[in-house]
Nanobody
Framework: QVQLVESGGGWVQAGGSLRLSCAAS????????MGWFRRTPGKEREFVAA????????YDEDSVKGRFTIARDNAKNTLYLQMNSLKPEDTAVYYC???????????????????WGQGTQVTVSS
C-alpha cells in the first residue's frame, strides 16, 4: 500500500522559514518524479516544485523560484521542501505527490502524478 505522509507545516510570520517533509512507503521512490503542490480555498491545486528521478529540479518560476528548494533523500524515501522568505500568499495546504516509474514528463501538472499525500497546512501571517 502506497503512503505519502507530509509533515512540517505550521504557522510562521512573513519572512520566516519552514521545512516540509514527505515520507514515502510502498513504492519505488528513487525511480519516480516527486512533486510538491499547494491549494488555497477556492483555487485549483497549483504546482510548486518537482524533483525528477533523473535529478533535475523544476520550480514554479513566478511564485517560489529563489525562495524554495526541493530535495530528496532516496535512502530515506523522503522528499523535502525548504521554504524561506515566506510570504502571506504562500499560505496553503501543501501536498506531496509521486509520479509513475521513470516518467518522461517533467512533473509540473497534477495529472502526471499517481499518488498523493493528505496535505499539511502552512499559514504565513503578515
Amino acid at each position: 500500500q502506497v503512503q505519502l505522509v507530509e509533515s512540517g507545516g505550521g504557522w510562521v510570520q512573513a519572512g520566516g522559514s519552514l521545512r516540509l517533509s514527505c515520507a514515502a512507503s510502498g513504492l519505488t521512490f528513487s525511480s519516480r518524479t516527486m512533486g510538491w503542490f499547494r491549494r488555497t480555498p477556492g483555487k485549483e491545486r497549483e504546482f510548486v516544485a518537482a524533483h525528477r528521478w533523473s535529478g533535475a529540479k523544476i520550480y514554479d518560476e513566478d511564485s517560489v523560484k529563489g525562495r524554495f528548494t526541493i530535495a530528496r533523500d532516496n535512502a530515506k524515501n523522503t522528499l523535502y521542501l525548504q521554504m524561506n522568505s515566506l510570504k502571506p500568499e504562500d499560505t496553503a495546504v501543501y501536498y506531496c505527490a509521486a509520479g509513475p516509474v521513470y516518467s518522461p514528463r517533467n512533473g509540473v501538472r497534477s495529472s502526471e502524478y499517481d499518488y498523493w499525500g493528505q496535505g499539511t497546512q502552512v499559514t504565513v501571517s503578515s
